[in-house]
C-alpha cells in the first residue's frame, strides 16, 4: 500500500502518543518476532516497535524486512522506533485523509 505525503504525515502524528508493543534484539528478525508482530495487526491498525541497541542489523533494512513479512506499510523509523501500519480488511478504524 503506498501512501501519500499528507497520509504518512497524519500516521506519524498518530504514532506519536502510542507505545511500542515489539521488540527486536540480538537475534534480529526471528519468525517469532515476525509472528508477533503480525498478531499485534489482529488488534491494532498502527504500532510501534524498537530496534535494540544489540541488533547489529541496519534499523532501516530490519523495518522494511519487518513490513514485508507482515505485509504492513512502513510509516516511518525514527532512530531505533519503527512505525507500521496494516488496516483491517473489513472496516478501517482509521480514517485516512485523501
Known amino acids: 500500500m503506498n501512501l501519500t505525503s499528507k497520509q504518512r504525515a497524519y500516521l506519524k502524528g498518530l504514532a506519536q502518543n502510542i507505545e511500542p508493543v515489539f521488540s527486536i534484539g540480538k537475534a534480529s528478525i526471528t519468525p517469532e518476532v515476525t509472528d508477533s508482530v503480525a498478531e499485534c495487526f ?29 505485509r504492513s506499510t512502513l510509516v516511518q523509523v525514527i532512530g531505533r522506533k519503527i512505525v507500521l501500519y496494516k488496516p483491517f480488511k473489513d472496516e478501517p478504524e482509521i480514517k485516512l485523509p485523501k
Open 42 to 70: 489482529n488488534t491494532k491498525e498502527l504500532i510501534k516497535g524498537t530496534v535494540q541497541k544489540n541488533c547489529l542489523d541496519d534499523v532501516n533494512e530490519v523495518a522494511r524486512t519487518v513490513a514485508d513479512r507482515t
